[in-house]
């Protein structure tokens, strides 16, 4: 069974940078295409971005295209969220996600395995 641990969170000015961390255990993250999602208090879970199985497409949410990087280490078995520019807004706990497939996706209703979550704060 996957499991996925997030790290990297913590409390950053505005302007700042952070790169999450999401490390599998129990299947390699080979056959998985991973997203990254965020949920901030009294909010509702927005996908942020997601790389498909082999790294050869990404797909970014408008409110982070141009500011955030996704990307994979496959002899790591693990995946990055390299966020530049960070904003207040971005303030949320950050989840990644699998799920099986050939695609990319940000509907987080298709995604089978979660991890517990980290949390980003954006703040002066």
């Known amino acids: 069974q996957l499991q996925l641990v997030e790290s990297g969170g913590g409390l950053v000015q505005p302007g700042g940078s952070l790169t999450l961390s999401c490390v599998a255990s129990?299947?390699?993250?080979?056959?998985?295409?991973i997203g990254w999602f965020r949920q901030a208090p009294g909010k509702e879970r927005e996908g942020v971005s997601c790389?498909?199985?082999?790294?050869?497409?990404?797909d970014y949410a408008d409110s982070v295209k141009g500011r955030f990087t996704i990307s994979r280490e496959y002899a790591k078995n693990t995946v990055y969220l390299q966020m530049n520019s960070l904003k207040p807004e971005d303030t949320a706990v950050y989840y990644c996600?699998?799920?099986?497939?050939?695609?990319?996706?940000?509907?987080?209703?298709?995604?089978?395995?979660w991890g517990q979550g980290t949390q980003v704060t954006v703040s002066s």
């Open positions: 790389i498909t199985r082999w790294g050869e497409s990404t």
């Open positions: 996600a699998a799920f099986r497939g050939t695609g990319r996706t940000l509907l987080d209703s298709l995604y089978d395995y």
């Open positions: 129990g299947e390699s993250l080979d056959y998985y295409a």
